[in-house]
């Protein structure tokens, strides 16, 4: 099976850039996925890397090293309308079925 | 524009019901999931759905049952639903990995409460 862990909650002010780490046990993955929940919402897609580095989307940025186990996702210019709850995932390569595991997620929470 | 829908947004029903939640997807996708979402706990896969007819448990499929008849609609079925239950729940669909595609869509959820 696949676990991911992430840290629970983390806190910014406007403007500043801050990293979401993810680390994961898995024996075999297609690639790493970050998703983005506002309070009552549903999780959507952000990024994704299928490839070691880094890959950029605007304010956002994701990286993926699978020498490390090791992934984060990265926000810069933080706006208050960032504030969500953020989750890495992992699409399982053996299981035949390719089913996603997600993390618990991290609460970014940005203040003025 | 991809679409993911659930049929019902917010739902109340009493400790032993039979609910049904049903999830329909537009893109013709081969995956079909179904998460529950709880605090502190994350998303966790009920059942999943590879194919028409073809069902696989989750991690947590207990009080669980799921239908796949057709390709673009995906059914969680509680046979007796419990306080336990409540919950807001999650259909989602991806493509398989051999067609390219990472993505998982979402529906907007299902918010669950059993009294």
């Known amino acids: 099976g696949q676990s991911l862990e992430q840290p629970s909650e983390v806190t910014a002010v406007e403007g500043a850039i801050v990293q979401i780490n993810c680390t994961y046990q898995?024996?075999?993955?297609?690639?790493l996925s970050w998703y983005q929940q506002h309070d009552g919402g549903a999780p959507t897609f952000l990024s994704y890397?299928?490839?070691?580095g880094l890959e950029e989307t605007g304010r956002f940025s994701s990286f993926l090293s699978r020498s490390d186990s090791y992934g984060y996702l990265l926000l810069q210019e933080l706006q208050m309308k960032d504030s969500a709850s953020y989750f890495c995932?992992?699409?399982?390569?053996?299981?035949?079925?390719?089913?996603?595991?997600f993390g618990k997620g991290t609460m970014l929470l940005v203040s003025p | 524009d991809v679409k993911v829908t659930q049929s019902s947004r917010y739902l109340v029903k009493r400790t032993g019901e039979k609910v049904f939640l049903e999830c329909v997807q537009d893109?013709?996708?081969?995956?079909m999931f179904w998460y529950r979402q709880d605090p502190g706990l994350g998303l966790r896969l009920i059942y999943f759905?590879?194919?028409?007819?073809?069902?696989e448990k989750g991690d947590i499929p207990e009080g669980y049952s799921v239908s796949r008849e057709k390709k673009e609609r995906f059914s969680l079925i509680l046979e007796s639903a419990s306080t336990n239950q409540t919950s807001m729940y999650l259909c989602?669909?991806?493509?398989?990995?051999?067609?390219?595609?990472?993505?998982?869509?979402f529906g907007e959820g299902s918010w669950l409460t059993v009294v």
């Open positions: 989602a669909s991806i493509t398989s990995p051999g067609q390219g595609g990472n993505t998982i869509y």
């Open positions: 893109m013709d996708h081969e995956n």
């Open positions: 898995t024996s075999g993955f297609y690639g």
């Open positions: 995932a992992v699409r399982d390569k053996n299981s035949g079925y390719s089913t996603l595991t």
């Open positions: 759905s590879y194919d028409v007819k073809m069902k």
């Open positions: 890397n299928a490839l070691d």
